[in-house]
């Protein structure tokens, strides 16, 4: 688990780290609705817009393991973008 300075640590990586994901999801958000437009008029979908909604998911998923302490491993500003299987 670590010692106290790791496990008070996560309040501000929290706050941080979920400042950004939740403006990144607002994006998301935004993309998705595009995505969903360019399926229905042109019949295709924009695999950058995948990319990048696989990237969040990998993000969000590595930010709610640290808040609940199944992990360790710091979210993201505080390490790399963990990169998808995209």
């Given at each position: 688990?670590?010692?106290?300075?790791e496990?008070?640590?996560?309040?501000?990586?929290?706050?941080v780290?979920?400042?950004?994901?939740?403006?990144?999801?607002?994006?998301?958000l935004?993309?998705?609705?595009?995505q969903?437009?360019?399926?229905?008029?042109?019949?295709?979908?924009?695999?950058?817009?995948?990319?990048?909604?696989?990237?969040?998911?990998?993000?969000?998923?590595?930010?709610?393991?640290?808040?609940?302490?199944?992990?360790?491993?710091k979210?993201?500003?505080?390490?790399?973008?963990?990169?998808?299987?995209?």
């Open positions: 688990m670590g010692n106290k300075k496990i008070w640590m996560r309040i501000p990586i929290f706050i780290s979920g400042v950004i994901l939740k403006v990144w999801g607002f994006f998301i935004i993309f998705a609705l595009v969903f437009i360019l399926i229905f008029l042109e019949k295709k979908k924009e695999e950058e817009f995948s990319r990048m909604f696989n990237l969040f998911g990998e993000q969000l998923y590595c930010f709610i393991r640290y808040i609940t302490f199944i992990s360790e491993e979210p993201f500003p505080f390490s790399g973008l963990k990169k998808g299987k995209r």
